[in-house]
């Protein structure tokens, strides 16, 4: 019985070979195959190969988990590839007559499938094909922090992912966020939600950084789902590096701030802070998230990154991981508003701290606080507890 030639690439390369079946994929793009059945193979029937998703559905659709049936004997290897070369994952079920993916299927990708094949006679065999998903309708989108390339930073700044949308398969998402140092540095990521209850994953170190660690960032979302089927449409590359050492220690004891750099206390200013009970600043480590100190509150400028639980009105946005200090005219700045649980700095030392700081550089606020310390807030910033409960906050912790 003749039969319709295929095209170069589907012909067999020997007598042995299987036979593929080939499931139309309705509305996604052609399922392009072509099986051919020539003559038997030396030992035996050729082994029937089928194309398909694990959901039983007879299309392959974004999000799916592609799987490669045998009938009339087993599958041997199964290798699936995207057009970068990536192999996508999956494992033999079923005595070895079922492969399915162990990742979901990207949108808008042409995956090419080898399967291998043994039939119950020892007859060996291959075939080959193609499947095409469909784009995806959804998408999430995402913003890096440090958000600027090559930027440089302070010695707490966190490698800092947030989404605009929910990620519901954390892990899966974990699995393709990568950190690179140059002097391999400890770390880990840690999931937190933002202010407003967005979905952010943070990489801190374990202690802060060295000064001049070159960082990179690779997030190879691209196809990846983050749940609810909204997908990443692209990778993205962050690079920045590490700057001096400088760390603002304020002791509300004391109502001293001190300013050290590499080491070295540099410089002292008096605070003030909160008088009303649990609106005192919280303690603990707060990075600074910028430097735009321009707006202007009630209390004076306004320098981002020390703790309150609130900043005047008008006054710069606070850092995800803390609260402003805020200046006031005078060399102690008694107009800082009762119970706004900030820290107030003069006028002068607002100045002074602002030419020197970056993003980055922490706030270490210490001492006996009626606003308890940070690590209860339940937004869990990045430096308000200890390593190993930091650690706990990865979505892959129970696979490490």
Known sequence: MSQTPCPSRLRPTGLRHAVLTLLPVLGLGALTACGSAAASPAKGDPVRVTLGAASGTRTVQAGDRLTVTA???????????????????GGLGDGGTVWTSGAKAAPDTK????????????GTGEAKESVTTGKAGKFNKLTLRPGSQGAVTGVAQPVSVTFDFPVTDRAEVEKHLKVTTDNHTTGSWGWVRTASGKDRIDWRPKDYWKPGTRVGLQTGLDGVDSGGGRYFAKDHDLHFTIGRSRVVKVDLDSGRLTFVEDGKAVKRFPVTTGADGTKQPRTG??????RDVSAAGPSGPVLPGAACHRAPDGAARPAPSGRPASAAPGDVPHRVRAGAGCIGVSQEAADWLRARLAPGDPFEISGSSAGGSADTDHRTPDWTIDWSRWQRLSALASTN
């Not at 009938?71 to 994952?89: F, I, M, N, Y």
């Not at 995956?111 to 020892?122: D, I, K």
């Open 71 to 89: 009938s009339g004997g087993v599958l041997t290897k199964v290798t699936v590839t995207d057009p970068e070369g990536r192999q996508l994952a």
């Open 111 to 122: 995956y090419s499938v080898l399967a291998r094949t043994r039939n119950p006679q020892g």
């Open 285 to 290: 480590v707060f990075p600074l998230t910028g």
